[in-house]
């Protein structure tokens, strides 16, 4: 197209026989339309194309509806076909129900057999599908309650390891009170035998003294047997004095202490230890002596003590024949 209209400008004779030359503005048309040739071109080629799969399309679909008519009379005589072999097979199955043949009738009723049992095997099937159905809903609702069981599980585990660590603490305490108990009866046992040894006259004769774990008191003689029972009335008497002290000490308790003539049976030396020993044995105590007035309360024990006494009295008897409690005087 843009060759032959090159041709014209470049003969100077349009294709309708007009000079060029003698008409400028017929040249001009020419040109505008030699510079949009490219445009009408490509727009003819896409035309071209599109003509070209246009008639491909029309070609491929022109002998659809013989094929469609065919293939229809393909589909209706495969049915005939199919009604005459069910036909045949039906004659066929009336031939054999009828037959002679004991083997073909035997397979006949076999066939029928199988078939019904087939029947009843589907059945089964059926009956089987609903009970896994039904089992699948327990199995659901066993499940849902071990869940809950486990749940109970939990809680009872919880309560088990608490009664556990409970039971551990428990144990760990009485261990720690036992070793404290252990710890405090040395400790009394030794203050015990320190402050025995100290106040007896013949404290050479007795070696040690020992406290066992239900807090007997023992005493060991020189010779190696226990002299508990062989001590004497002042020996028990000291002995019961430095075990009270020591118990009184290292228990931590401060409780007040009454004793009753501690000193009576006791000669005259020991009751100088004590007297000087006593107070240093129960410091920051309260403590009541009830003694005799001449035969434990002297008046070398008196001036030995004094510094720590608060209140004296003594007990008399009324004129009614009554105790009286009065001062000391």
Excluded: W
């Excluded at 495969?78 to 002679?100: A, G, N, P, R, Y």
């Excluded at 066993?142 to 109970?152: G, I, N, P, S």
């Excluded at 404290?180 to 100290?198: G, P, Y």
């Excluded at 406290?211 to 002299?227: Q, R």
């Amino acid at each position: 197209m843009g060759l032959f209209i090159e041709k014209l400008i470049t003969s100077g004779k349009c294709i309708c026989g007009i000079d060029l030359k003698k008409h400028p503005e017929c040249n001009k048309t020419l040109k505008e339309v030699l510079d949009n040739c490219d445009d009408i071109t490509n727009i003819s080629e896409e035309l071209i194309k599109l003509n070209e799969r246009l008639e491909f399309m029309i070609s491929s679909v022109s002998g659809f509806k013989e094929k469609q008519i065919k293939l229809s009379k393909n589909i209706k005589q495969i049915e005939i076909e199919i009604e005459q072999k069910d036909k045949q097979i039906k004659e066929i199955d009336d031939v054999l129900k009828k037959s002679d043949d004991i083997q073909i009738s035997t397979l006949e009723d076999k066939l029928q057999r199988a078939k019904t049992h087939i029947k009843g095997l589907e059945r089964d099937i059926a009956q089987k599908e609903v009970s896994i159905d039904l089992a699948k809903k327990s199995l659901n609702a066993a499940q849902t309650k071990l869940q809950d069981e486990l749940k109970k599980d939990t809680k009872h585990r919880q309560t088990s390891e608490v009664a556990s660590f409970s039971s551990q603490t428990l144990n760990v305490a009485k261990k720690i009170k036992d070793e404290i108990m252990h710890d405090m009866r040395e400790a009394i046992q030794e203050k015990t035998k320190d402050q025995f040894l100290s106040l007896i006259e013949d404290s050479a004769d007795f070696t040690n003294v020992e406290i066992d774990e239900d807090y007997n008191v023992l005493v060991t003689h020189k010779t190696g047997y226990k002299a508990c029972t062989t001590l004497s009335a002042g020996q028990q008497q000291i002995l019961a004095l430095s075990f009270m002290a020591a118990l009184n000490t290292i228990s931590g308790f401060n409780n007040p202490i009454v004793i009753d003539t501690p000193l009576a049976r006791i000669s005259n030396t020991p009751q100088e230890n004590i007297a000087n020993k006593l107070p240093k044995y129960l410091p920051g105590r309260q403590v009541t002596l009830l003694v005799l007035p001449e035969k434990e309360y002297t008046k070398s024990l008196r001036e030995k003590i004094s510094s720590r006494i608060a209140k004296e009295y003594k007990i008399i008897k009324g004129e009614d024949g009554n105790a009286e409690v009065v001062d000391y005087g």
